[in-house]
């Protein structure tokens, strides 16, 4: 019901930020919960970040807390992470996900293809 494409990933020194973009097909944006994900090599994925419908309550790993930011544009029927202060151990590929009822910590029921980000120290 939804296609999920990530961009906007990349190399970025310790210490920067990155802007990742989530862009969903279809007419039904505005009723999917979204989510953030990643995955390190040799890591099993963890979730990361989640907002709900209306933009109104957002959630975070604790690992992220202070530093990531997940917000949405129902106009660009878009989702985005804003990375600050990134750290080496953020690298992975992050996924997008989204549901029509819930994100859990293991996902939601449709998934992006993901975007590789890389820290260097």
């Known amino acids: 019901q939804v296609r999920l494409v990530e961009s906007g990933g990349g190399l970025v020194q310790a210490g920067g930020s990155l802007r990742l973009s989530c862009a969903a097909s279809g007419r039904s944006f505005s009723t999917y919960v979204m989510g953030w994900f990643r995955q390190a090599p040799g890591k099993e994925r963890e979730f990361v970040a989640a907002?709900?419908?209306?933009?109104?309550?957002?959630d975070y790993a604790d690992s992220v807390k202070g530093r990531f930011t997940i917000s949405r544009d129902s106009a660009k029927n878009t989702v985005y992470l804003q990375m600050n202060s990134l750290k080496p151990e953020d690298t992975a590929v992050y996924y997008c996900a989204a549901d029509q009822r819930r994100i859990s910590l293991t996902g939601g029921n449709y998934w992006g293809q993901g975007t590789q980000v890389i820290v260097s120290l």
């Open positions: 907002i709900a419908r209306s933009g109104s309550s957002t």
